[in-house]
């Protein structure tokens, strides 16, 4: 069984939809006895750079974008032997990471734990990392839909397909995401007449406004990061131990004839987080819109409150492995005549000290995010 949709942000997701089996009272959205809701979202996987534990606190209506980080709190994940592992807080406040070295082991049970600065305290069922096969082949095919205009940047694209076997243990769960990286020319721009500080790393608007747009050339390598805007699951109950051929995972733009980097994520999922992920598309899908799913199918499966056993707790404590493969599409090829790219043009100028002058700079830093950064990504050959 298989299911997607577009367009809801991976961290959106995260504001939680799983029925629980008890639930408490709902007014208006606002949990009774409760000032705000935590989030919990933790990853446990066997590719280092993807084990981390994010903690907010959101207002106290589920309808509410507002969240604020939880700093200062005692992160562990314990495994089947008993070790434990403590998390460090890090950058950005409020995501707390493992030690240099710590990688999940396939087969391996972990189970998580929070105290809150407060006292509160959490904690996750055990789950078990299952191992996931390698991603056989992936392949790109120009496709246009119909249904969007010729101005629509969904009409044209490319349509990615892989092959994967599935393992011969039953009761596998996949899930797929993907990464982007662009090189960039320039790494700030200020608009309404504003002009770049560059020791504040900041655009500084001028008194009075105006329509003037200045561009500031980066001082270096700079990327800027992407990813998928859509939720992608896969269950192998229908499917099991046999080769899986033409599974769609991801669209990518027909922006530009420029060659498109593409990092692709194959993760096997526990059968919690499966069922996670599955009830916020079915409840997207029949409601049409993320804030319109109800209050009681948005609370966590496997993470529950210690100190006070009535809170719903919004989340997911996800132990998975994981697959990657790096390739390169190749915007020129198999274009059908009088097909186009939909460039966006950068507006405004590109800002240049004077002729002359001393002291003066013109190019901007590139900061790391998120969404940037001045590390070359894996495997770039441009």
Known sequence: MSLTFKNISFYALLIGFVTWACVNPITDFVQIDATSFTTIEAD?????????????????RLTSQLSLPISKAIVSVTDQNGVKTSFTEGIPIGTYFPPTGFVGKV??????????????????????MKAVPEIENAISRFEIFDQYSEVDIRRAGFTVYLD????????????????????VGFCAT????????????????????????LNYMCDGNCWDISTNNDLNVFSDVLTNGQRVVGRQVARIPFDNFTPYYFRLEQRSITKNAYAFYQSLISQVQ???????VPAETRFSLNIKSLTKPSERVLGIFNVFSVRKKIFIIDRRKNIPPGEFPI??????????????????????????????????PEGWVF
Request: neutral net charge; contains cysteine.
């Open 44 to 60: 446990i996987s066997d590719d280092p750079e993807l084990s981390k534990v994010r903690l907010t606190s959101s207002a106290n």
């Open 107 to 128: 087969g391996s049970s972990y189970k998580l734990n929070v105290k809150m600065l407060t006292g509160q305290t959490y904690e996750s069922t055990t789950e078990t």
């Open 164 to 183: 994967f076997k599935d393992t011969p243990a039953e009761g596998d769960f996949y899930l797929w995401n993907w990464k982007h990286y662009a090189k």
């Open 190 to 213: 200020c608009t309404d007449g504003a002009a770049y500080d560059f020791k504040k790393k900041d655009c500084i608007q001028p008194r009075i406004r105006t329509d003037a747009i």
């Open 286 to 292: 029949s409601s049409g819109s993320l804030f319109d």
């Open 343 to 376: 460039i966006t043009v950068v507006p405004g100028e590109v800002y240049a000290c004077p002729p002359g002058s001393v002291g003066c700079l013109d190019r901007a830093p590139c900061i790391e995010s998120p969404t940037r950064t001045k590390i070359t």
